[in-house]
C-alpha cells in the first residue's frame, strides 16, 4: 500500500499542477511529469482518465470513451458480433417519448405483455450505457450482454411498480450500477498501481453519475449500493485519493 500511497501522491501533485495551470494540461506537460514514474502507455491513459475526472482538459483527450484512441481494438469474432448486433439495433422501430411514456404507464399498470416492446425499445440506451466502461477489461459485447441482463430483471421489477417515479431514472440506475460492479470485479484483479488508479477513476464517475442523479452528492451508502464495493474500501479510496472524491452527509432526500 506504500507504493500505491506514493503514486497518489504523485498524481495529487499532478492535479496541483493542472489546477495551477488554469485546469489544461497538454499530454506532452503530463508525460513530462510522469517521465520518472516508467509507466505503460496503457497507464498513461489511466492517469489521463483521473485528471479528466478531476476536471483537468487535455485536448486530444475524451473522457467520454476513456481513452484518446479513436476505437478500441477487439478481435475478428468480437466485432463481428458487434457489426451484426449493430445491424440489429438500426432495424429496430424507433420510439418517441411519447411512445415510452405510453409504455411506462402500461408497465406500471402490471401489463405484462408489454415487456417484450419496453426491453426494445431501451436495447440501444443500453449499448449506449456499455460504450461508457468499454476499454475497462471487459470486452464491449459482454458489457452489452450484462446490461441487457440487468435491463429484463429491473423491468421485471418495476411491472406493476406504482412507487417508483421515474422508471426511466431507475432503469439507467440498475443498468449502470450493473456495469459498474462487472467492471470493478474485472479491475480488482489487475496490478496494483493500474488497478487501483483505474477503480478510484470508476469511483470518481459513480459519484459525478449519482451527482446529476440526485441533484447533490451522494452520501457513502448510496454509493456504496451503486458501485457494489464495500464503505471501508470506499473511505479507503476517498484517504488514498486526498480527499478528492467527494461524499454526502445528513440526511438523504426522496428522489
Do not use: W
Request: glycine letters at 6%.
Amino acid at each position: 500500500m506504500k507504493d500505491q500511497k506514493e503514486f497518489l501522491r504523485q498524481m495529487g501533485e499532478l492535479i496541483d499542477f493542472g489546477r495551477a495551470k488554469e485546469n489544461v494540461l497538454t499530454k506532452e506537460e503530463i508525460d513530462d511529469f510522469c517521465s520518472d514514474m516508467t509507466l505503460s502507455r496503457e497507464q498513461m491513459e489511466l492517469v489521463y482518465a483521473y485528471l479528466s475526472e478531476h476536471r483537468i482538459e487535455i485536448p486530444g483527450f475524451s473522457s467520454k470513451t476513456g481513452s484518446s484512441e479513436p476505437e478500441e481494438k477487439m478481435s475478428p469474432a468480437d466485432s463481428k458480433y458487434l457489426r451484426v448486433y449493430r445491424r440489429e439495433l438500426r432495424e429496430l422501430p424507433e420510439y418517441t417519448k411519447e411512445d415510452i411514456e405510453e409504455l411506462y404507464q402500461r408497465l406500471r399498470a402490471g401489463e405484462e405483455e408489454v415487456l417484450p416492446k419496453v426491453i426494445e425499445a431501451h436495447l440501444k440506451r443500453v449499448t449506449t450505457l456499455a460504450g461508457r466502461y468499454r476499454g475497462r477489461g471487459v470486452p464491449l459485447e459482454d458489457l452489452i450482454q450484462e446490461g441487457n441482463l440487468e435491463l429484463v430483471t429491473c423491468l421485471n421489477g418495476l411491472l406493476g411498480n406504482k412507487e417508483v417515479a421515474d422508471y426511466k431514472k431507475a432503469i439507467d440506475h440498475a443498468v449502470r450500477s450493473h456495469l459498474i460492479e462487472i467492471v470493478d470485479n474485472e479491475l480488482a484483479s489487475g496490478d496494483s498501481e493500474s488497478s487501483l488508479l483505474a477503480r478510484i477513476n470508476l469511483l470518481l464517475e459513480a459519484t459525478h453519475t449519482l451527482a446529476e442523479e440526485y441533484g447533490r452528492i451522494a452520501t457513502i451508502e448510496e454509493l456504496a449500493e451503486f458501485t457494489h464495493m464495500d464503505a471501508g474500501e470506499i473511505r479507503m479510496y476517498v484517504e488514498l485519493s486526498r480527499d478528492n472524491i467527494e461524499l454526502g452527509s445528513g440526511e438523504k432526500t426522496n428522489e
